[in-house]
């Protein structure tokens, strides 16, 4: 004789399933499904070799962010042959590093970093391996930006 289920049982099973998937999930994750991020882009004249998708983005040295990816073209003129990285910012954690609220997604905020030197370069993270990273930093008397977006 077969024993009949108990549906109260197979309903715990599954709601208890559920809360371990998603514990594990949320785990896993970091958080990073509950915080906010923004995207930038940035197009660098060098190689690219070296740099791939989960480089860490640093700001004067302090990780504030990873890099999404790392294109060929996007969105240029067929002339500009600058290599497009987009980066992710974590913007609760670059707000942790620092006592003064700075809100990076606001647009006049970052076009004021950007008048002030806010630059992107590629920096080792290993001489060894040739990894590299992406290192945000303020440059005295930078040149002017050069914006390489057909569209916006």
């Given at each position: 004789m077969s024993k009949q289920a108990n549906p109260t049982s197979i309903g715990l099973f599954i709601v208890v399933g559920l809360a371990l998937g998603l514990a594990g999930l949320v785990t896993f994750s970091s958080g990073k499904l509950f915080r906010k991020h923004q995207q930038f882009i940035l197009y660098f004249q060098s190689s690219l070799k070296g740099l791939s998708p989960g480089a860490p983005v640093k700001y004067r040295g302090v990780t504030i962010g990873s890099v999404s990816e790392v294109l060929i073209r996007h969105n240029q003129t067929s002339n500009d042959f600058f290599m497009p990285v987009i980066i992710d910012v974590d913007i609760q954690l670059a707000q942790s590093k620092t006592d003064r609220h700075s809100d990076l997604s606001s647009p006049p905020?970052?076009?004021?970093?950007?008048?002030?030197?806010?630059?992107?370069?590629?920096?080792?993270?290993?001489?060894?391996?040739?990894?590299?990273?992406?290192?945000?930093?303020?440059?005295p008397n930078a040149a002017a930006p050069v914006y390489h977006q057909i569209t916006h």
């Open positions: 905020v970052l076009e004021r970093l950007v008048g002030n030197g806010l630059r992107g370069e590629l920096d080792a993270e290993s001489l060894v391996t040739g990894v590299l990273y992406v290192e945000l930093e303020i440059v």
